[in-house]
């Protein structure tokens, strides 16, 4: 059973979103989509002073069996990247809520937020 | 979609909360907890594979040596009771049919093994070329199981279910025994470039053998690995796999399976003739190991490319070799451009080939 925490939102994608505060927000991927991708070996980070729209391509997290794009879930600036994803990208599986970040994103339109689910909109999604 | 098919262990699987995927027909575990951590523990400790999908079938009567000689590109008249060889088999043009083990259980009578995907198409090569052969061809697939004990613990733990003596068996070479009671073949052999054990059995045996050595290997590190696992381990040992290195137009002197094929045994075989063209042939194509230096995975059926930037070629495996944190694979390319400038793109950005000669990293086969 995957673990959906219900202190942030979600994208169909399987993009979580947290709000850190100050118009800032973590981006990552959830429990759901890490365990499907299993093993997961490397992470193609954005460029800090990326502009994202809602739906771009800003990365792709491969794992043993395929590579996957990831969709920006919201609009943004990109302020903060997680580096230590180059040497331990393990950490998407093991902590996807927590070590296993990918970015911060200076939110451009905090509307874009209710376009994304809640834990359990995403978990009914994912059942 | 028909049905997939199960291997005795299916159940076992499941319990073990195995991810089943469609492997040539076969429902079949990839990985329990992890690809790179089941990987990890046959190259550390050990691990248990269910490979009980790979075909099996006897060759038996006073025509089996000559027949198998005949057959495959290895020579068969070098094995006597209890040794094991390994050997493509090729068609008339030498692309390969399989590759395959061949067992000398005694007079007359032989075992070989061959890869799941290739179980029918193999039965019915056989059963052709053995027109003019005194032999018996009996497809025994589904009454035999297979568990692997694959790595520097394997020993250990199968000595403490087997009063066979191990330590005297060398690699490629078996014997008949019991283990945890149940009647085995034990063989020296495997497809993890780790020294261990391969255990033909009865269908019937294998859940009760795979809980004994899973109870008895638990205090050693033993750990359930899947075919995700089994497919790292044998790239980063170099070894080919059926669709990929070898393929029915990819002969074995291609995949650099040279040392497989006896051009000088009584008799001939089928292939011996395109297979010598072909070998003094300069324009011939070749199958290369590769590491890039980088953790990103090139990936089967990408594009090879040389200095100028065209396409000469196509990537055949690829994976990223958890002991070396590095993307490492193989591709087949002109046997002229293999001292040059290989590269591939992956999303943009050129990753330049670094030739190696396999394994990738040291292994400690028995010996």
């Known amino acids: 059973m995957s673990n959906t925490p219900a202190d942030r939102k979600y994208a169909k994608s399987h993009e979580w979103v947290f709000e850190a505060g100050d118009g800032v927000v973590a981006v990552g991927i959830s429990d759901y989509a890490q365990d499907s991708l299993g093993d997961i070996t490397y992470v193609q980070l954005p460029n800090v002073g990326d502009a994202l729209a809602v739906g771009e391509v800003f990365g792709v997290v491969e794992s043993v069996k395929a590579a996957s794009d990831l969709y920006a879930p919201v609009s943004g600036e990109v302020v903060a990247v997680n580096d230590a994803l180059d040497s331990t990208p393990e950490n998407v599986n093991q902590d996807p809520y927590g ?10 339109d905090a509307a874009d937020l209710d376009g994304l689910l809640d834990a359990d909109g995403y978990t009914a999604e994912n059942s | 979609m028909s049905e997939l098919q199960r291997t005795p262990l299916h159940a076992f699987h499941v319990a073990h909360a195995g991810r089943m995927v469609d492997f040539a027909g076969w429902d079949m575990p990839v990985q329990y907890k992890s690809i790179i951590e089941e990987h990890k523990a046959v190259r550390t400790t050990a691990g248990l594979f269910d490979v009980s999908h790979m075909g099996e079938v006897d060759v038996s009567g006073p025509g089996a040596l000559a027949f198998l000689n005949r057959l495959v590109t290895n020579d068969v008249s070098k094995l006597y009771p209890g040794r094991v060889l390994y050997s493509p088999m090729c068609q008339p043009d030498g692309g390969a049919v399989d590759d395959l083990l061949v ?3 005694g007079e007359e009578d032989y075992l070989v093994v061959i890869n799941a995907s290739n179980i029918a198409k193999d039965l019915a090569w056989m059963r052709q070329q053995a027109e003019g052969f005194d032999v018996t061809i009996t497809d025994r697939s589904d009454d035999y199981a297979l568990i692997a004990v694959q790595g520097p613990r394997a020993e250990t ?4 279910l087997t009063g066979a003596k191990l330590g005297i068996l060398r690699y490629y070479h078996f014997l008949e025994g019991t283990v945890a009671g149940v009647q085995c073949v ?12 391969e255990l033909y059995h009865a269908a019937a045996d294998a859940p009760a053998l795979a809980e004994a050595l899973m109870t008895a290997g638990e205090p050693h590190g033993l750990q359930l690995a899947g075919l995700g696992a089994r497919d790292s381990l044998r790239l980063e040992a170099g070894y080919p796999l059926y669709g990929h290195e070898l393929e029915h137009d990819l002969s074995p002197i291609a995949a650099g399976l040279g040392w497989t094929v006896k051009f000088k045994k009584e008799g001939g075989f089928t292939g011996d003739e395109a297979l010598a063209a072909e070998k003094s042939d300069p324009s011939r194509r070749r199958v290369v190991f590769f590491r890039t230096g980088d953790r990103r995975i090139v990936r089967a059926g990408a594009d090879v490319l040389n200095a100028a930037g065209e396409v000469i070629g196509r990537v055949l495996s690829g994976t990223l070799s958890p002991l070396l944190g590095e993307a490492i694979g193989s591709a087949l390319v002109p046997a002229t451009a293999a001292d040059q400038e290989l590269s591939v793109d992956i999303r943009g950005t050129k990753f330049t080939l670094h030739l190696v000669k396999p394994p990738f990293v040291e292994l400690k086969k028995s010996s």
Request: aromatic share 14%.
């Open chain 2, 103 to 105: 067992y000398h259980r």
């Open chain 2, 186 to 197: 034990i063989s020296r052999t495997g497809y993890t470039g780790e020294d261990g054990f």
């Open chain 2, 157 to 160: 733990i199968l000595q403490s």
């Open chain 1, 99 to 108: 070590e296993g970040w990918i970015m911060k994103l200076k939110l451009a």
